[in-house]
């Protein structure tokens, strides 16, 4: 038996709840449960049952999962050694969430002067966007080509081909946001 299963419980629920800048009064009104039950949870002495479980994880809109392992530190320092960085044809590709959020990418994109990728289409119903941060980059996407400049961003359907280019001399630097759809 896991003798720290209730400790760990009870420092997610609490340390979730308070990174949300929620009273305990009001998470449980959010989760349908007594705030003297949230104090419990919070506390790490309780037992509760598996319906009060699903009711936490749901009303911090987390996983049972997230709420049973081990805590996490409130703040991770990356150094930019550590972070992932592909090459990408002549595109310097770099992962900005090091840590997974399920259906969410999120890339720095640094394009060589006349530098261009091709993208890879995600599944149906993903949203892309777009943001061109400096240089100038052109998108071509749906049938339709954008050229952004700093500052330009274009929202577009990520489910299908696409592309993108650098034409111009300098480097252009971009971040790339994509949103898979929801399951039903």
Not at 43 to 56: D, K, Y
Not at 58 to 68: F, H, K, W
Request: charged residues 20%; contains cysteine.
């Amino acid at each position: 038996m896991d003798d720290d299963l209730p400790s760990r419980f009870g420092q997610n629920v609490k340390q979730l709840r308070e990174a949300r800048g929620l009273t305990q009064v009001k998470i449980a009104k959010v989760a349908g449960v007594p705030r003297a039950t949230w104090a419990h949870l919070e506390s790490g002495e309780a037992n509760p049952t598996l319906a009060v479980v699903h009711r936490a994880a749901r009303a911090l809109g987390v996983s049972i999962e997230e709420l049973i392992a081990t805590p996490r530190a409130a703040c991770a320092f990356y150094a930019s050694a550590s972070i992932p960085v592909v090459m990408r044809g002549q595109v310097r590709v770099k992962k900005l969430l090091p840590d997974p959020l399920p259906g969410t990418e999120m890339d720095r994109l640094e394009l060589p002067p006349n530098g261009r990728m091709t993208g890879i289409p995600h599944t149906p119903g993903t949203r892309e966007y777009l943001t061109c941060e400096s240089g100038q980059i052109v998108l071509v996407a749906a049938g339709e080509t954008w050229h952004l400049r700093a500052g330009d961003l274009v929202a577009f359907r990520g489910d299908q081909r696409h592309s993108y280019a650098n034409p111009t001399d300098s480097v252009a630097v971009g971040y790339s946001v994509v949103v898979q759809a929801s399951a039903p």
